[in-house]
C-alpha cells in the first residue's frame, strides 16, 4: 500500500502542531458563513456576525479561538496531543463570563479534542470549571467530518480544496474515523477460523522470538504491545535496531502476514536489493506521521512444522541483519 500522497500541508505536523491546527480551522472559519455553521453544528446555536479570533490575551490566560456575535460569546479550547492544565480554564471561564454580561450574550464553553482522549478532556474540564458552566465537546474527527461536507459543496473553489485537505489532514493526524464492520469482515469474524489462526499467529511470534534469543550475535529484547494492534519484539546489532511482530495496521500493506520485520532504516525511497530472494519490503503509511516504514512480511505458511517455520523466519530476519546492516535504525543515545 503506498503512503498517502504527498502534501505540503504535512509540514503543520512536525511542530507546534495544536497551535498550528487551530490557526488553520480558525482562518478556514472566518470565510463566508462557515463559522456560523460551525457554531450551528458544535454549539447548537444559530447567530449571525460571527467574528473569529485566536490566541486572545485575557487575564492569567489565552484562550485558543473566540466567537463573539451579538447573541452569543463562545470560547474553544482545543487539544491534539496535550492535555489541560491546572486551571487552565477558569481565566477563560472569568472571562467569558464578564464579556457576555457586558455585552448582553450567552456564554459557551466549547472543548475540541481527539475522540480518543475528548472524555477524559471533559472530566477534566468539569473538575476545573465546576458549576460555573457546562462545557460542550467536539472532536477532531467531527472537525473532519464537517470540512469534507461543507467543502463538497463549494466543490471546485479555493475554499473547498482547503476544507477538503484540512479534512485529509486531520485524518493524516489522527488516522481514519471509525467505521462500521463491513458484511465480508462480520462473516469473518463469526468464523472460529479465525480466531484460531490468529492464536497459531500470536504462538509463531513468540517461537520467532526464541528462535532469535539463540543467536549470540543480536540482542532480542522482551515483547512490547499495545491496543493500538501491534505485538512484538525489538533486535539490536552494532548500535542498529529492527522490530519484529504482528502489526495489524500494517498487514495490508505487507499483504502475505500479519507477521513482520520492520526496517527502519529504509525509505519507500531506498535502493536496496533485499538479500537471498527475499520479500522486495514495502511502504506502511502510519497514521500521524509524516513519512511511512518500510516492512518485510515474514510468511505464515501451511503445512509447515512450526519450529522449522520460526527457524526460516528468524533466517530471513538474520538476513536483513547481517546482508543490509543499514536496514536497522539508529540507536538513540
Known amino acids: 500500500m503506498e503512503p498517502t500522497s504527498f502534501n505540503p500541508l504535512h509540514a503543520l505536523l512536525a511542530e507546534n502542531e495544536e497551535d498550528r491546527f487551530t490557526e488553520a480551522l480558525s482562518h478556514l472559519l472566518r470565510h463566508g458563513n462557515l463559522a456560523e455553521r460551525f457554531l450551528l453544528e458544535f ?3 444559530k447567530t449571525s456576525g460571527v467574528a473569529v479570533q485566536t490566541q486572545l490575551v485575557v487575564l492569567n490566560g489565552r484562550p485558543d479561538v473566540v466567537f463573539t456575535a451579538p ?36 456564554s459557551i464553553l466549547l472543548l475540541l479534542g481527539p475522540r480518543c482522549s475528548l472524555a477524559a478532556m471533559h472530566r477534566d474540564a468539569k473538575a476545573q470549571v465546576g458549576n460555573r458552566c ?18 463538497a459543496s463549494r466543490a471546485g473553489s479555493d475554499l473547498g480544496t482547503y476544507l477538503r485537505d484540512f479534512a485529509r489532514l486531520i485524518e493524516h493526524r489522527l488516522g481514519p474515523a471509525p467505521r462500521p464492520f463491513t458484511a465480508a469482515e462480520e462473516a469473518l469474524l463469526r468464523d472460529g477460523t479465525a480466531a484460531l489462526a490468529f492464536a497459531g499467529a500470536l504462538r509463531a511470534t513468540q ?35 529492527w522490530w519484529a511482530g504482528l502489526w495489524l495496521e500494517a498487514w495490508p500493506a505487507a499483504v ?7 526496517l527502519p532504516g529504509l525509505s519507500k525511497h ?15 503509511q502510519v ?12 510468511p505464515l505458511l501451511a503445512g509447515v512444522d512450526p519450529e522449522q517455520l520460526a527457524n526460516a523466519h528468524a533466517d530471513q530476519v538474520l538476513h536483513w541483519i547481517r546482508d543490509q546492516p543499514a536496514s536497522g535504525g539508529v540507536l538513540k543515545k
Not at 270 to 284: A, N, Q, R, T
Not at 287 to 298: F, K, N
Request: glycine letters at 6%; charged letters at 15%; a negative charge.
Open 207 to 241: 517461537a520467532l522470538h526464541d528462535a532469535l534469543a539463540r543467536d549470540s550475535s543480536i540482542h532480542v529484547g522482551g515483547f512490547n504491545s499495545s491496543t493500538l494492534g501491534y505485538e512484538g519484539f525489538q533486535i539490536t546489532k552494532a548500535k542498529r535496531w
Open 256 to 262: 502475505a502476514s500479519p507477521l513482520i520485520l520492520q
Open 43 to 45: 454549539a447548537d446555536v
Open 71 to 106: 447573541s452569543v460569546t463562545v470560547v474553544l479550547e482545543a487539544k491534539l496531543a496535550s492535555w489541560l492544565h491546572d486551571d487552565q480554564l477558569l481565566p477563560y471561564v472569568e472571562w467569558l463570563d464578564r464579556y457576555a454580561t457586558a455585552n448582553g450574550t450567552d
Open 134 to 151: 457546562s462545557p460542550k465537546c467536539v472532536t477532531w474527527e467531527q472537525v473532519a467530518a464537517f470540512c469534507e461536507a461543507e467543502s
Open 270 to 284: 531506498s535502493s536496496v536489493v533485499p538479500p537471498k530472494g527475499l520479500p522486495v519490503p514495502v511502504c506502511f
Open 287 to 298: 497514521p500521524g506521521a509524516t513519512t511511512g516504514w518500510m516492512v518485510s512480511p515474514l
